[in-house]
T-cell receptor
C-alpha cells in the first residue's frame, strides 16, 4: 500500500539556522498538508497546498515558513530562521481530493532546535 | 475558526471492556470527522471516519456516532485489547472550497489493562 514518506526522521539544528523538511506524498494525490505536534500536545494544522500554491494556512505559518513542490514528487517545508519553539514533530499528509477525502500522514520529522 | 474539544484526556479500561471517547466541534460547516490512533513516536493512523450525511458507522470493534444538531461525535471501542492502548485523536474537517483543514482534539490516552 502506498505511503507518505518523510526525510529526515530527526533533524537537530541551532537556533537561527534554516531547515528544510522533505516529504514524498502518495503519487496520485493532489492535496498536500503540513501539520506539527509539539511533544505531548495535539496535532496542529500549518498549511495546505494544491495546484502549486498555498490554499490555506494557519496563524502559526508566518513569514518564517514556506512550502514548495520543487518537482513532481517532493513537497518541502522550509523554516528560514528556526526558534526554540519550533521544536516539534512535523507531519506531512496528502489526500486524493479535498472536501472530506482521507488525509494520510507520513511518519514525521522530529525537529530539535538548540 | 473551528474548535474541537475531546474528553476524557485519559481513559483506563480492563481488557474486554468498552471505551468511549467524546468530541464536540464548533463550526457547523465541518462535514467530515476522522479518528486517528497514534502510538508512541509514530504517525497518526486513520482508524475510522464519518461524513456529515451519516449518523453512525461501524467497523468490527470500532464504531463512530455523529450528532450534527448537537455538534458532537463519539468513538466506541468494544472488547478492548492491550494493542488498543494508544492516544486517540478526533478531528473535524472544514472544506473551504480550495482546501480541507483538519482541526484536532487534544487527544485521549487509552490504557487497556489485563
Amino acid at each position: 500500500e502506498p505511503e507518505v514518506t518523510q526525510t529526515p526522521s530527526h533533524q537537530v539544528t541551532q537556533m537561527g539556522q534554516e531547515v528544510i523538511l522533505r516529504c514524498v506524498p502518495i503519487s496520485n494525490h493532489l492535496y498536500f498538508y503540513w501539520y506539527r505536534q509539539i511533544l505531548g500536545q495535539k496535532v496542529e494544522f500549518l498549511v495546505s497546498f494544491y495546484n502549486n500554491e498555498i490554499s490555506e494556512k494557519s496563524e502559526i505559518f508566518d513569514d518564517q515558513f514556506s512550502v514548495e513542490r520543487p518537482d513532481g514528487s517532493n513537497f518541502t517545508l522550509k523554516i528560514r530562521s528556526t526558534k526554540l519553539e519550533d521544536s516539534a514533530m512535523y507531519f506531512c499528509a496528502s489526500s486524493e481530493g479535498a472536501g472530506g477525502d482521507t488525509q494520510y500522514f507520513g511518519p514525521g520529522t522530529r525537529l530539535t532546535v538548540l | 475558526g473551528e474548535n474541537v474539544e475531546q474528553h476524557p484526556s485519559t481513559l483506563s479500561v480492563q481488557e474486554g471492556d468498552s471505551a468511549v471517547i467524546k468530541c464536540t466541534y464548533s463550526d457547523s460547516a465541518s462535514n467530515y470527522f476522522p479518528w486517528y490512533k497514534q502510538e508512541l513516536g509514530k504517525r497518526p493512523q486513520l482508524i475510522i471516519d464519518i461524513r456529515s450525511n451519516v449518523g453512525e458507522k461501524k467497523d468490527q470493534r470500532i464504531a463512530v456516532t455523529l450528532n450534527k444538531t448537537a455538534k458532537h461525535f463519539s468513538l466506541h471501542i468494544t472488547e478492548t485489547q492491550p494493542e488498543d492502548s494508544a492516544v486517540y485523536f478526533c478531528a473535524a474537517c472544514l472544506y473551504t472550497g480550495t482546501a480541507s483543514k483538519l482541526t484536532f482534539g487534544t487527544g485521549t490516552r487509552l490504557q487497556v489493562t489485563l
